[in-house]
Each structure stands twice: as structure tokens, then as C-alpha cells.
């Protein structure tokens, strides 16, 4: 367990579990293929808190949400999860018949110490988005302790993540103290210097992440189809670029405070372009950002990728959120290519935003070759911004009380 960052929230090492029922939110929000599990990276996050739990004698009843169902949506039943994560604990993980209610008491009251049973999909329940207090009850009920493991989940006031922690004693989960320690650790004493590299589409989305860390790190790359709105800001033809408008003040602004501070705002020099966002698109790489009508920028140039993984490579501390390009179409995944490999072999300390920034380090095979890589992207973002996650912040305050 790192002790990198700062973590003020009572931990579940610290609970006393034994022969008592422990509600665990967890993240098992996985991709399905076939009926089956497609990707069990996250259900593999989510065993050290659980395998603590059965070793401590408790009665486990797991619950997370799956995808975006419209109500009690078949194809995103709970059941595939529970039979991966069975085979993975080497225990049977009972599928309980829904979220809440008498059935799914009686089947909480009828586990023995370390035996799990797996509520179905919690967005099943109109009432856990809008935290509704029926649905944080109806969870209380099953439980004696509650313990969230979600940091996937922890920036969402539901009430799986929210409502049912001030129900019950409620503790941070070993994945989700970890996450906040590492990312926090980026914003405290990092070794120098501290280099951000932030890609994606939308300068709103992180907006608030480039203020932050105009303050307080050495260098930020900018990336992706944000780069879009600041060289709008600039007076740039973008062409047939994704270009998002309400961005192109911020981006200004930015621009603007990083003349201002002690840290470099970095913008690509060169750019890809193709005529449409295809994998058969002709890939056409331009000196400079001006791009022409009818054609789109897909990705940084072999210059820009190159600049910044040098950058990266002489870093103490690399934080990375979001790709470079378009690099689900070979055509355009050369730059976001060229940073997640300088990423994994910088001798930095490199932390890695999850989302989009996680899944190509999963595709180039490298997930394993980084400091940290959050399961959260949107919780990793709004944390690093400073905003309090509603998850964390109503768990038990490390020797106090539930949080606010």
C-alpha cells in the first residue's frame, strides 16, 4: 500500500467485520461479450478488498451498476460478473435476485463468514442515480457495515456510493484509499519536474484540471482534439476539425494564464489530418496546425509526439489523461502510440488518468509498465481539480464521523 498522498478517511483494514454482513460498492462495471465477461480488469481491482473481508470472517454482499440500462435490462444482468469473480476468488458468488427488497434480504441473511452474493445491476433501480432514500434504505437493510471500493463511481451521488453511507458505519475500500493517495500525491510534493500531458475532445471537460495545474506543474502537453479550440483561440484554421466552440474561450483563457505563470503550455506543432474519421482515411501529416477545408486533424504529428515524449522521458512525475488522436483507427494512433510508450519507460513516477488514456495503454500492451493507472477517469479528473468526490467524502472520517 502506497503512503504516497494524503488520505484522511477511515479504512476498511481498520473495520471490525467478523461474523457482520459488509455491504461493498464495488466497481464491476465491465464490458460483456457473448454473455460473458469481455474484460475483467476491474473485477481484478476490486479482490484485495473483498479476499480482506472473507479473511476477517465477514458476510459479503457486493452491488455495483453495469452499463447505462433502461430498467431491468436482461442484457446487462449481474450474472456473467458473478460467475467471473466466482472464478477468480475460487468461491462461489451467489447472483441475488435484485437490488433490494425482502427476497434479496433474506438472501443477505442467509450468507455464512465469506460467503459473497452479488446484488444485480443497481441502475436497474430508477431511484440509485437520483440517490433516492428508498433504494439507500432498502441497501442499509441488507448490511451491518458499508464499505466502498468504487472510485469509478465515487464523483456520482447515488445511492449505492452516497445515500447508504450515511446509513451505515462507512469505510473506504483498499482500492479506492490507493487511488486517492496516488493521484493526490501528484498534487503535493512530486518529484520534478511535473509534466501533464491531457488529450481528448472537450477543453470544458478538463478546464478545471489545466487551471489547477497551471499553478503547480512544470509543463502541460496538450493533445487531442482539445488542441482544436486553443488553436482556434489563436487564430488557426481548423478545417473540418472537431472543434469544440464553447471551448475556444477557455482555451483562450488558459493561454492566457499560462503567459502568466511558471508553467509551459505546450501546443502540437505538426498534426495528422485525414478527410474523414475513418481507419481507411488516407493519413496526410502537415508542418503546422493550420488545417485546410476538408480535411480533419486525427492525431499530433511525428514532431509534436516526439517533443513530448522527451518531455516525459526527462520527467519526475508524468500525469496522463486522455489520448493524443484518434487511436481506435491505426491511421492515427501513432501519437497517442509514441506518448503511452514514453509514458512506460520514463523512470518517472507516471500516473495515468484511466478512461480513454487506460484503454490505449491496454491496447499497446503496456498497462502494466506505470506507477499507477486509475480505474476512474471522470473521478481522477475531479479530484485532481480540487471538487469533493460525494463517495468519499460521506465515509467515516479517519477516527471521527460519518462525512457530510
Not at 492515427?332 to 513516477?349: D, I, L, P, Q
Request: charged share 25%; glycine share 12%.
Amino acid at each position: 500500500m502506497s503512503e504516497r498522498g494524503q488520505f484522511r478517511k477511515a479504512s476498511v483494514r481498520d473495520a471490525d467485520v467478523a461474523d457482520r454482513t459488509v455491504l461493498v460498492r464495488a466497481d464491476l462495471n465491465v464490458p460483456l461479450s457473448g454473455g460473458a465477461v469481455g474484460d475483467d480488469t476491474r473485477i481484478r481491482a476490486a479482490l484485495p478488498t473483498i479476499e480482506l473481508l472473507r479473511e476477517r470472517g465477514a458476510k459479503i454482499v457486493l452491488c455495483s451498476h453495469l452499463g447505462r440500462p433502461k430498467g431491468r435490462d436482461p442484457e446487462l444482468s449481474m450474472a456473467p460478473v458473478a460467475a467471473r469473480l466466482g472464478e477468480l476468488l475460487g468461491t462461489e458468488v451467489t447472483p441475488a435476485p435484485g437490488v433490494v427488497g425482502a427476497e434479496v434480504e433474506a438472501a443477505a441473511a442467509a450468507l455464512e463468514p465469506g460467503q459473497v452474493l452479488l446484488l444485480e445491476n443497481t441502475r436497474w433501480e430508477p431511484g440509485e442515480k437520483a440517490d433516492a432514500d428508498e433504494i439507500a434504505a432498502g441497501l442499509a437493510a441488507l448490511a451491518d457495515v458499508y464499505v466502498n471500493d468504487a472510485f469509478g463511481a465515487a464523483h456520482r451521488a447515488h445511492a449505492s456510493t452516497e445515500g447508504v453511507a450515511h446509513r451505515l458505519p462507512a469505510y473506504a475500500g483498499l482500492l479506492l484509499e490507493r487511488e486517492v493517495r496516488e493521484l493526490t500525491a501528484v498534487l503535493g510534493d512530486p518529484e520534478r519536474p511535473l509534466v501533464v500531458v491531457l488529450g481528448g475532445a472537450k477543453v470544458t471537460d478538463k478546464v478545471g484540471v489545466i487551471e489547477r495545474f497551471l499553478e503547480i506543474a512544470d509543463r502541460i502537453l496538450i493533445g487531442g482534439a482539445m488542441c482544436f479550440s486553443f488553436f482556434r483561440a489563436q487564430g488557426h484554421q481548423t478545417g473540418d476539425s472537431l472543434v469544440e466552440e464553447e471551448g475556444i474561450e477557455l482555451a483562450g483563457r488558459a493561454i492566457a494564464l499560462a503567459a502568466e505563470s511558471d508553467c509551459e503550455l505546450d501546443l502540437p506543432t505538426d498534426l495528422v489530418l485525414g478527410a474523414r474519421f475513418s481507419a481507411d482515411a488516407e493519413p496526410v501529416a502537415i508542418d503546422g496546425v493550420d488545417v485546410p477545408p476538408g480535411m480533419m486533424g486525427l492525431d499530433i504529428g511525428p514532431a509534436s509526439a516526439r517533443a513530448y515524449a522527451e518531455a516525459i522521458e526527462a520527467a519526475g512525475t508524468v500525469f496522463w489523461n486522455g489520448p493524443m488522436g484518434a487511436f481506435e483507427l491505426a491511421p492515427f494512433a501513432a501519437g497517442t502510440r509514441t506518448v503511452a510508450e514514453a509514458v512506460a519507460s520514463t523512470a518517472a513516477t507516471t500516473i495515468v488518468g484511466g478512461g480513454d488514456s487506460g484503454a490505449a495503454l491496454t491496447e499497446f500492451g503496456l498497462a502494466d509498465r506505470v506507477s499507477w493507472l486509475s480505474t476512474g477517469g471522470g473521478a481522477s479528473l475531479e479530484l485532481i481539480e480540487g471538487k469533493p468526490l460525494p463517495g468519499v467524502e460521506a465515509l467515516l472520517d479517519a477516527g471521527g464521523e460519518n462525512g457530510s
